[in-house]
């Protein structure tokens, strides 16, 4: 089935996205038991998993059109979503490589890589792109390969630098972010980073995922899911924009916390790539209303579980306490008190209208 | 994490470029190309004489650019424990062998202000896989190549094409004649060595690096190919409750493999870690560079890709 495009549905001042059923039905849950704690949960990202968001290496949904077009607006208004240390321009030409030859290998009926030596050509249709280039003349180009790439893309992207044993967020794309800021993250270590995170350090999950990335492999990469709360179906919540965004929360009430409070998850990406040894990683963002969540019960049921036994330094870290009570006392009722299958499957086939 | 699933390849051209070196050319069976090689990376062959099962990591010679074929140089040696021998004697222009996704654990530093590459007789074949890349990036390197003497010809004529207007040397006349605490010496600030080739070369990089104050992380070795013959002993396997035979010629990790057990490896040279595995009695014979000095001398880790028993027998926990 071809997807549907959405491209005029936005993701600030009017908020017209909505998920259609087919899409809701691939949303990557991110809880695969009714109670949620830090863990390193990384597994190979193959194509195929639980739902339709695991099919390609670099889903596009029915937001493609519409998420490139809000990021094209973030970049317009704040240019710095969008670095690179000069180091890593290597990395950079092996994203665009990564990027493009995925998607046009995932999608034939939207994208194509032709190639002619170092002569390529790229055509994008549902963004009505046609760009031919040398591979690795930037000049060739009308921005950086990165930059290039990534537009035409859902999510943010960082390269990490490998050496002295540590990775270093060393560039970015970071326009649909869950609060953390590129401007003030690059050049730091892994262990710097991911200083704020709470509770996970005492359990050495940093340095075991350190340890693990380092190992990476080329042609074999990683995923994990992470996820937070976002009032509105809001991409870009950055600490830049505080200031728009942060009020939202107070804007929730028992009568709308179902259509405002979204479920936000973070399907990640970790991607060696050959030229650099750098890791290309990919956070992916995926907004669910939790009315919509409402509507596939071993789906309502976990989250109200996890919600209601959510560790407070985890919902105060991920800035929901505000109104973390109204979301489960919104699922109570919808919550049968029945078993929930192991894993993220939906378990139904179709969204009952 | 375990290795990716192996695939097949087509040996495409075999090219004696001296009377113990040849470069074999490898094409995907199921037509297509290759994955862009990883600058520095290498690709593990499985090779099967008879019942004889053989798993050798070989550096890919071919640039990033280069997806329709892979290149590999192999050296014939005298002690070969088979899988050099096997290829150079029996393998033909035609034939499929089993090739693992390639790895890279051997890497150029983005940060470098200038790269210095040192290669050792075979060690050549990872710097061959680096230039290409230097030449793309416009990056400053310098490369020095020692050889024997009859062998000074075959390495330039490899070097040849990235010699233009470049700091590359080959030295015949021996390690005496090397000048390596002038050449680390006069190197600027920022300064990266890369070096590959035998132990003894790279642990002279490395202490004469030290000894001039070159920071451990400016200092990148390759290592793989060493020697991982000894004495036979019994390892014995205690979570999989068997015994294993290894045979001189063998290495621990291989007899495992030969007993059908599927155990943890990536690099196969004792560089990665990744077969570190508990040693419950007996001593090891530790020939990896994973394990820190007070980790092999605590005993109670084993790198079974390299390193062996010193003793008749060991119990391991896998």
């Known amino acids: 089935m071809t997807v549907q495009f959405k491209p005029a549905e936005t993701f600030r001042d009017t908020f017209t ?94 994208f194509t890589l032709s190639k002619d030596g170092d002569a ?32 035409q893309a859902q999510g943010d992207f960082t390269l990490q630098d490998q050496r002295e044993d540590n990775l270093f967020v060393d560039g970015g794309m970071v326009t649909t972010q869950a609060d953390w800021s590129l401007e003030f993250d690059i050049g730091m270590s892994f262990q710097e980073w991911h200083g704020p995170v709470p509770l996970a350090h005492e359990k050495g999950v940093f340095d075991r995922a350190l340890k693990y990335l380092l190992r990476l492999q080329y042609g074999q990469p990683v995923r994990r899911l992470n996820w937070t709360m976002t009032v509105n179906p809001r991409l870009d919540t950055s600490p830049e924009n505080y200031p728009v965004w942060g009020p939202d929360k107070a804007s929730v009430t028992p009568e709308n916390v179902a259509e405002k409070v979204h479920l936000r998850v973070e399907l990640q990406t970790l991607y060696r790539l050959p030229r650099s040894n750098a890791i290309l990683f990919g956070i992916r963002c995926y907004l669910t209303s939790v009315a919509d969540i409402a509507k596939v019960p071993k789906w309502r049921r976990r989250l109200h579980r996890v919600l209601r036994d959510l560790h407070p330094d985890i919902a105060t870290y991920k800035g929901i306490p505000r109104y973390q009570q109204m979301v489960v006392d919104y699922l109570a009722p919808l919550d049968d008190g029945s078993a929930t ?12 209208a | ?33 290759f994955p862009t090689p990883p600058a520095g990376g290498h690709v593990l062959l499985t090779l099967r004489d008879g019942a004889r099962v053989m798993k050798n990591a070989y550096s890919l010679v071919s640039p990033p650019s280069e997806r329709a074929r892979y290149d590999i140089i192999v050296r014939l040696v005298a002690q070969s424990r088979g899988g050099s ?14 090739m693992a996704n390639p790895v890279s654990l051997f890497s150029l530093i983005s940060t470098a202000k200038k790269h210095l590459l040192i290669g050792g007789g075979i060690g050549i074949t990872p710097m061959l896989s680096f230039l290409p890349e230097l030449k793309a990036r416009g990056a ?19 070097l040849a094409p990235y010699a233009a ?43 004469t690096a030290a000894a001039l104050g070159w920071p451990k992380t400016k200092v990148h070795k390759e290592s793989f190919g060493g020697d991982v013959t000894g004495l036979p002993f019994r390892a014995v396997l205690r979570k999989s409750g068997i015994e294993v035979e290894v045979g001189e010629s063998q290495s621990l990790l291989e007899a495992i493999e030969a007993a059908g057990v599927d155990a943890p490896c990536l690099c196969r040279g004792g560089a990665c870690g990744q077969c570190a595995t508990p040693l419950v009695e007996g001593e090891a014979e530790h020939r990896d560079d994973f394990l820190s000095a007070e980790e092999k001398a605590a005993g ?19």
């Open chain 1, 341 to 352: 299958s192991p894993g993220i499957a939906p378990d139904i086939e179709k969204i009952e």
């Open chain 1, 17 to 110: 996205y909505k998920k259609s059923p087919e899409d809701l039905l691939r949303f990557p849950f991110p809880f695969p038991e009714d109670s949620y704690m830090y863990s390193v949960n990384i597994e190979p990202h193959v194509r195929g998993g639980p739902t339709a968001a695991f099919q390609a290496q670099f889903d596009v949904d029915e937001h493609y059109i519409a998420e490139c077009k809000e990021r094209a607006r973030v970049l317009a208004e704040d240019p710095k979503r969008c670095q690179v240390l000069p180091h890593m321009l290597t990395a950079e030409w092996d994203s665009l490589e990564m990027i493009m030859e995925n998607l046009a290998a995932d999608y034939p009926e939207h």
């Open chain 2, 300 to 318: 109670t880790l084993i790198m079974t890709c390299v390193s062996r028993a010193r003793g008749p027998r060991i119990v391991i926990d896998l």
């Open chain 1, 120 to 151: 390529w050509t790229w055509v994008n249709r549902p963004l009505g792109i046609q760009q031919s280039f040398i591979f690795g003349k930037a000049e060739t180009l009308p921005c950086g390969p990165f930059e290039y790439i990534t537009r």
């Open chain 2, 1 to 33: 994490m375990t290795a990716a699933q192996p695939f097949s390849v087509r040996v495409r051209e075999i090219v004696e470029l001296a009377p113990s070196l040849k470069r074999f050319s490898f094409e995907p069976v199921h037509g297509g190309v």
């Open chain 2, 85 to 98: 021998s096997y290829l150079h004697r029996r393998v033909a222009p035609g034939d499929v062998l089993e």
């Open chain 2, 140 to 158: 400053r390197f310098e490369l020095h190549q020692l050889a024997t003497l009859e062998e000074v010809p075959v390495f330039e004529r490899l």
């Open chain 2, 165 to 207: 207007g470049e700091e590359i040397r080959v030295h015949g006349g021996g390690r005496a004649a090397f000048d390596l605490a002038g050449l680390l010496s006069r190197q600027p600030l920022g300064t990266h060595v890369y070096v590959c080739g035998p132990h003894s070369l790279m642990d002279a990089v490395a202490s």
